[in-house]
């Protein structure tokens, strides 16, 4: 591929929870027909890693703007600001689920220090994207709302192909309308996957027959573009914003709160007053955990709190057999990772991280040394159970918003108990290597691809760099043009 500015359109296709080793698999055994000329005989199939938290609409942001959920400000699907939670004279101040429809919330919440595809290209077109911020068509606000009981029923009935195929239709039809002035960069994310795997499981044969039914709706596309004749014009990145493991047992973690005699704030009940902590889950494996102290709300605790005051949360969590391990601000500066036999510091310094533990590693990271430049971050990781581990921890606590305490569940377990109706039978969220791998698929080659592993934060500056344009905020990503 040429480079910047080679090509006329840019399409960025999101299959929600679609794991890279299942498609790999069912492209490899012929089940997935377009998929496989696309990407697999003609393209280039490649996989990289998403952030933390992997949870959708958060890890859409990284392929939309560079930047990471904690630098965007975003650290999770259900959030609270501690700032503004106890002035919050309004239901929805102070905190977040982006459950509709406070979904629509979710652009002016970002930080105003990034810059979207869409801000950066005027001429974007996305179909019910949870980020929407820049896009200036018109009808693309429209169809979100119109989205709006679509997606009401996809998630209690657990099946997402109708949304899928209702968004393949606008874009098609788009494309066709919009024939002598093409979009430039197009946005699609496909929920079928993520909708079925959290009803039956990653594995299960219906699973498997939503992944055939994405491959039919990314064929449409595929046929109307060579049929334009705009295929060998058109760069088409697949990925996806996490993968999906097995969920056995649920660990009602605002229950483990109440039990040590906390008053719980948590969604969908925010009409609680006078809570002492929140417990907001994502994914459902992860959580951002918020507790005050001396009854005041006003800034995230570090360890100094919490190991005092609040050092029965800190023992109950980290004992837990469902808990990998949670993560809090050290007093002074890093971030302590704690679990069941093991703790361990990371800080940055002059453009190194620093990692060092005490008995076990509750990482499992295996570093020769313990200072990484920043720079061979995802190298040094990327093959351990929690890759980019550093780099995607260290960045989730640069918001104020993330939870005086972060933790994660164990593959098998989520953090939710009984309060996700219809119930989930697989989870993500977590940094668990089945939660972080995405494929990144592309029609064209990639010259530019970094030897220690790609982040889906990488896909900002390779599309602007294939259309040409010159993102001026600061952003994470590398082009792999
Ligand atoms: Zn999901």
């Known amino acids: 591929m040429a480079g910047t500015g080679s090509i006329d359109l840019a399409i960025i296709i999101l299959a929600d929870g679609v794991r890279p080793d299942v498609l790999r698999?069912?492209?490899?055994?012929?089940?997935?027909?377009?998929?496989?000329?696309?990407?697999?005989?003609?393209?280039?199939?490649?996989?990289?890693?998403?952030?933390?938290?992997?949870?959708?609409?958060?890890?859409?942001?990284?392929?939309?703007?560079?930047?990471?959920?904690?630098?965007?400000?975003?650290?999770?699907?259900?959030?609270?600001?501690?700032?503004?939670?106890?002035?919050?004279?309004?239901?929805?101040?102070?905190?977040?689920?982006?459950?509709?429809?406070?979904?629509?919330?979710?652009?002016?919440?970002?930080?105003?220090?990034?810059?979207?595809?869409?801000?950066?290209?005027?001429?974007?077109?996305?179909?019910?994207?949870?980020?929407?911020?820049?896009?200036?068509?018109?009808a693309s606000i429209v169809s979100n709302l119109s989205f709006m009981p679509c997606m009401f029923f996809a998630h209690y009935l657990r099946r997402g192909d109708f949304?899928?195929?209702?968004?393949?239709?606008?874009?098609?039809?788009?494309?066709?309308?919009?024939?002598?002035?093409?979009?430039?960069?197009?946005?699609?994310?496909?929920?079928?996957?993520?909708?079925?795997?959290?009803?039956?499981?990653?594995?299960?044969?219906?699973?498997?027959?939503?992944?055939?039914?994405?491959?039919?709706?990314?064929?449409?596309?595929?046929?109307?573009?060579?049929?334009?004749?705009?295929?060998?014009?058109?760069?088409?990145?697949?990925?996806?914003?996490?993968?999906?493991?097995?969920?056995?047992?649920?660990?009602?973690?605002?229950?483990?709160?109440?039990?040590?005699?906390?008053?719980?704030?948590?969604?969908?009940?925010?009409?609680?007053?006078?809570?002492?902590?929140?417990?907001?889950?994502?994914?459902?494996?992860?959580?951002?955990?918020?507790?005050?102290?001396?009854?005041?709300?006003?800034?995230?605790?570090?360890?100094?709190?919490?190991?005092?005051?609040?050092?029965?949360?800190?023992?109950?969590?980290?004992?837990?057999?469902?808990v990998e391990w949670c993560a809090y601000r050290e007093r002074n500066r890093g971030i302590k990772i704690l679990a069941r036999n093991g703790e361990a510091l990371l800080d940055l310094e002059d453009g190194h991280y620093t990692y060092g533990f005490n008995g076990s590693d509750p990482l499992r990271l295996g570093l020769r040394h313990n200072r990484v430049k920043r720079a061979h971050a995802l190298a040094k990781t990327v093959e351990t159970a929690f890759p980019d581990a550093l780099e995607q921890l260290w960045h989730l606590f640069q918001s104020q918003r993330t939870g005086d305490i972060a933790v994660t569940a164990k593959p098998g377990y989520d953090l939710r108990g009984w309060r996700e109706f219809p119930e989930h039978r697989s989870s993500h969220g977590a940094l668990c290597r089945e939660h972080m791998a995405v494929p990144i698929l592309s029609n064209l080659p990639l010259t530019g691809l970094p030897d220690g592993g790609i982040r889906t934060a990488d896909l900002f500056p390779t599309v602007a760099e294939g259309l040409g344009l010159s993102p001026a905020k600061p952003h994470f990503g590398h082009s792999l043009l």
Not at 37 to 66: C, D, K, Q
Not at 203 to 212: F, G, L, P, V, W
Not at 316 to 321: F, P, V
């Open 25 to 138: 698999t069912l492209a490899g055994a012929g089940e997935l027909p377009c998929i496989s000329r696309a990407f697999f005989s003609e393209g280039y199939p490649h996989e990289g890693v998403t952030v933390l938290p992997s949870v959708s609409s958060i890890a859409y942001i990284p392929m939309l703007t560079g930047q990471y959920p904690g630098t965007a400000n975003v650290p999770g699907l259900r959030w609270v600001d501690k700032v503004d939670f106890t002035r919050r004279k309004l239901f929805l101040q102070g905190h977040r689920s982006y459950i509709a429809p406070s979904q629509m919330r979710l652009d002016g919440d970002l930080s105003p220090d990034l810059e979207t595809l869409f801000e950066l290209n005027p001429e974007s077109l996305a179909v019910r994207s949870d980020v929407r911020r820049g896009l200036l068509h018109g």
């Open 163 to 322: 949304v899928d195929h209702l968004v393949m239709s606008q874009a098609i039809s788009w494309l066709a309308k919009t024939h002598d002035r093409s979009p430039r960069f197009l946005f699609l994310p496909l929920v079928d996957v993520d909708k079925v795997s959290h009803r039956y499981g990653p594995a299960h044969r219906r699973t498997i027959e939503s992944y055939r039914r994405v491959d039919r709706v990314f064929g449409r596309l595929a046929d109307h573009l060579r049929e334009q004749r705009l295929w060998t014009r058109t760069h088409i990145i697949l990925t996806s914003d996490h993968g999906h493991t097995d969920t056995k047992q649920h660990l009602d973690m605002s229950g483990l709160l109440s039990e040590l005699g906390y008053s719980v704030f948590e969604h969908p009940n925010v009409y609680r007053r006078g809570a002492d902590a929140a417990v907001m889950i994502s994914g459902n494996s992860f959580g951002n955990i918020y507790l005050s102290s001396g009854g005041r709300w006003e800034a995230p605790l570090t360890s100094e709190e919490l190991e005092g005051e609040h050092s029965k949360v800190l023992a109950a969590i980290s004992q837990r057999d469902e």
